[in-house]
């Protein structure tokens, strides 16, 4: 009994990041945090690049497929715009863990830079010639700028949490 | 050179096709199938639609449900903000509970008046438009729409375009309609472009939303003026889809623009209602 509980305890820790990453495409918190008219940042983007660079055991492909797909529905854009952005950010991601040997936070910091570039891109590619909609250009370029100014934060965070997953694995 | 370039071809052919022992997909499958979904999306197919809209309704309840805890931490917050203030509030109560008394006897005799002239007048308080009321169920920011989502769709006569009020003002109008839930786009949102007059001098102009919490007014003639009396906005119902005559807002002359002040909030829309059709009866009108 105490071993089962032990393992469900770990495997809930190790689903945080997908649970958290769902959580907030389908849910009403506001992952385009916007205040004071031009500070928002994209956490999705942040959680996928860290976890599939750091970790990809934690996060799989489909999951942020599917999230994608969910946060398509919610905001109302074509579908398969999202998940398209974020499959992009996991290749970023996965190519930057194949191609270095030894990753540290400013590593990974300025790689996120092209993840940032390339993600938003597929959003304005797709939305500008399949969609009607128009796009704030400004916003986009703040909400860009806040995602790469707080990745560190998240790193620390995420690393923290990284660790804590480890030492339950190995209690 | 061409070593690195082969270095490149290799990371990269690893990122698309390794699938690693936890990934059930590699990206190169599930990019494959994003664009195929997207290219399904976009043929505009009524199965496809009607598919989508199925998608939509489930998802939309699911969302609803799972942002109630984070609704309900809010009025939470809410509840004890308004406890630590009590006691001011009863201060600032007892002294409008007093004014209410002093107004409330000539609030008295101007309603029986208003009563009398309106029998007078046989006129009726019915709403002039055949109203469907609806809860907000979702709102959630975007960089690329800003829009709400009602507990009310297409099993309800909700149909493409149709103008929402928010207390009798126009807070925005009908553009996805789903089964048991629809999207009302804002007028303050980027996508928003309504027909509108400013009275009483008669204006026409376009009331575009920029973004921001106030949109501005477009098109409007070089001869225009502000008159001395209260400039209201009201639909003018050019496009031939919303009603004409509800109310928008109020101008507000910038330094370089002319844009409203709406009447209805935008950040504070949690009921509304949705203009099916104008009534029949001219007195209502």
């Known amino acids: 009994m105490a071993v089962i509980f032990r393992n469900f305890k770990e495997n809930i820790l190790r689903l945080g990041p997908l649970i958290l990453l769902v959580y907030i495409c389908i849910s009403e918190v506001h992952t385009q945090f916007y205040y004071w008219e031009i500070f928002s940042f994209n956490l999705q983007f942040i959680i996928?690049?860290?976890?599939?660079?750091?970790?990809?055991?934690?996060?799989?492909y489909g999951f942020i497929f599917?999230?994608?797909?969910?946060?398509?529905?919610?905001?109302?854009?074509?579908?398969?715009?999202?998940?398209?952005?974020?499959?992009?950010?996991?290749?970023?991601?996965?190519?930057?863990?194949?191609a270095t040997v030894r990753s540290s936070l400013f590593t990974d910091w300025f790689t996120f830079v092209v993840a940032i570039l390339i993600g938003n891109f597929i959003y304005f590619f797709l939305i500008n010639n399949f969609s009607d909609a128009n796009i704030k250009y400004d916003g986009i370029f703040y909400n860009s700028l806040f995602t790469f100014i707080l990745y560190p934060a998240f790193w620390g965070l995420f690393e923290l949490y990284k660790k804590l997953i480890f030492v339950r694995a190995n209690a | 050179m061409s070593t690195s370039r082969d270095d490149f071809g290799i990371a990269i052919r690893s990122a698309l096709l390794q699938r690693g022992a936890k990934q059930k997909f590699s990206l190169f499958v599930l990019i494959l199938v994003s664009i195929f979904i997207f290219a399904l999306d976009n043929a505009n197919l009524k199965p496809i639609n009607f598919l989508r809209s199925l998608i939509n309704d489930g998802i939309y309840r699911i969302s609803a449900i799972s942002s109630s805890p984070i609704k309900f931490s809010g009025a939470t917050k809410d509840f004890f903000v308004k406890q630590?203030?009590?006691?001011?509030?009863?201060?600032?109560?007892?002294?409008e509970l007093d004014q209410l008394k002093k107004n409330n006897l000539?609030?008295?005799?101007?309603?029986?008046?208003?009563?009398?002239?309106?029998?007078?007048?046989?006129?009726?308080?019915?709403?002039?438009?055949?109203?469907?009321?609806?809860?907000?169920?979702?709102?959630?920011?975007?960089?690329?729409?800003?829009?709400?989502?009602?507990?009310?769709?297409?099993?309800?006569?909700?149909?493409?375009?149709?103008?929402?009020?928010?207390?009798?003002?126009?807070?925005g109008r009908i553009v996805e309609v789903n089964f048991t839930s629809s999207r009302i786009l804002l007028l303050n949102d980027l996508n928003s472009r309504i027909p509108v007059v400013v009275s009483p001098n008669g204006f026409q102009a376009i009331l575009s939303g920029v973004g921001k919490k106030e949109p501005t007014l477009q098109y409007l003639p070089e001869n225009f003026e502000l008159s001395d009396k209260e400039n209201l906005i009201f639909t003018s119902g050019k496009d031939g889809v919303l009603f004409p005559g509800i109310a928008v807002g109020q101008v507000v002359v910038g330094e370089n623009e002319v844009?409203?002040?709406?009447?209805?909030?935008?950040?504070?829309?949690?009921?509304?209602?949705?203009a099916l059709d104008q009534a029949k009866d001219e007195v209502a009108r």
């Open chain 2, 84 to 95: 630590v203030f009590v006691y001011k509030e009863n201060e600032r109560l007892k002294f």
């Open chain 1, 66 to 98: 599917l999230c994608g797909l969910f946060n398509d529905v919610i905001l109302s854009l074509p579908l398969a715009t999202s998940a398209m952005s974020y499959l992009f950010v996991s290749l970023v991601a996965a190519y930057v863990r194949n």
């Open chain 1, 48 to 60: 996928i690049y860290y976890w599939i660079l750091r970790d990809p055991s934690i996060l799989g």
């Open chain 2, 259 to 274: 844009s409203a002040k709406l009447f209805s909030d935008p950040d504070q829309i949690f009921f509304v209602s949705v």
């Open chain 2, 106 to 171: 000539n609030s008295l005799y101007l309603k029986t008046e208003n009563d009398t002239l309106q029998n007078v007048l046989k006129l009726k308080k019915d709403s002039p438009y055949t109203l469907v009321n609806a809860k907000v169920i979702l709102d959630k920011g975007s960089p690329y729409l800003n829009s709400v989502i009602i507990n009310k769709g297409s099993n309800s006569g909700i149909k493409l375009g149709m103008p929402v009020l928010n207390q009798g003002f126009l807070a």
